[in-house]
């Protein structure tokens, strides 16, 4: 199963694809995660990246593609992978398209989240996350059991340096003029699920499931 996770900032994809990979046991490649691992890392990529990435701006797409391209030839992508994140653009979605085909590989379906532009705002702000797993919680939507700490860890959340409302207009805007066109690119492939990404997790979760089987 190969799958990919459109939708906008704070959406809900990191959440979903969580549950999602463990049910199907396939790998969740979380473009966001790889990144900020690379930022707090400092390699290269990071360095190229932190800017756009603080001000809400969308990488370059030459950078993402490789390190897709890198990542979907490793050993544990065999059994399929979900895209939360990636592609972004048209330009990215044209070249996964021709790196799948140079593999002899489709992608299977495509879930669309949809949620309006002031739930989001909200989601972001409150969101809090466990870096070394990606784990998400909000302060009131979706709370740690212990304030600040991860539920299965007991190690510090931390509160993303592009989660101010702000940022989040930013990456809002960049949502709707460069990410927003691949419904329409997807819609004629046939394989896009649209999901309502407005409820609570284990009903959506529930609405993606019956989606892609
Ligand atoms: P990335 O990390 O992918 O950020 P994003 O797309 O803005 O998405 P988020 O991770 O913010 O949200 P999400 O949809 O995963 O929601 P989550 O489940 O966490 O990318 C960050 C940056 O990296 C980009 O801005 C860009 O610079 C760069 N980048 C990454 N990929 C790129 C690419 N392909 N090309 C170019 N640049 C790229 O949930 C959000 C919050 O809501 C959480 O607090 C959660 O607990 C809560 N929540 C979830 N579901 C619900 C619900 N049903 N009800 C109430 N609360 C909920
Ligand atoms: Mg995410």
């Not at 379906?109 to 466990?130: F, P």
Request: proline residues 4%.
């Amino acid at each position: 199963m190969r799958l990919i996770f459109l939708g906008p900032p704070s959406s809900g994809k990191g959440t979903q694809a969580q549950k999602l990979v463990q049910d199907l046991n396939i790998v969740q490649l979380s473009t966001g995660d790889m990144l900020r691992a690379a930022v707090a890392a400092g390699t290269k990529v990071g360095l190229q990246a932190k800017a756009a990435m603080e001000s809400g701006k969308l990488v370059a797409d030459e950078l993402i593609v490789g390190i897709i391209r890198d990542r979907i030839k490793e050993d544990d992508c065999k059994a399929g992978y979900l895209l939360d994140g990636f592609p972004r653009t048209v330009v990215q979605a044209e070249k996964l398209d021709e790196m799948l085909k140079q593999r002899n590989e489709t992608i299977d379906y495509v879930v669309s989240l949809i949620v309006k532009d002031e739930v989001l705002i909200q989601r972001a702000v409150g969101r809090r996350v466990h870096m070394p797993s990606g784990r998400t919680y909000h302060i009131e939507f979706n709370p740690p059991k212990v304030p600040g700490k991860d539920d299965v860890t007991g190690e510090d959340l931390i509160h993303r340096k592009d989660d101010t409302e702000e940022t989040v207009r930013e990456r809002l805007n960049a949502y709707h003029n460069q990410t927003a066109p691949l419904i329409d690119y997807y819609k004629d492939t046939g394989k896009l699920r649209t999901v309502d990404g407005i409820g609570d997790i284990d009903s959506i979760y529930s609405n993606i499931k019956a989606a892609v089987s």
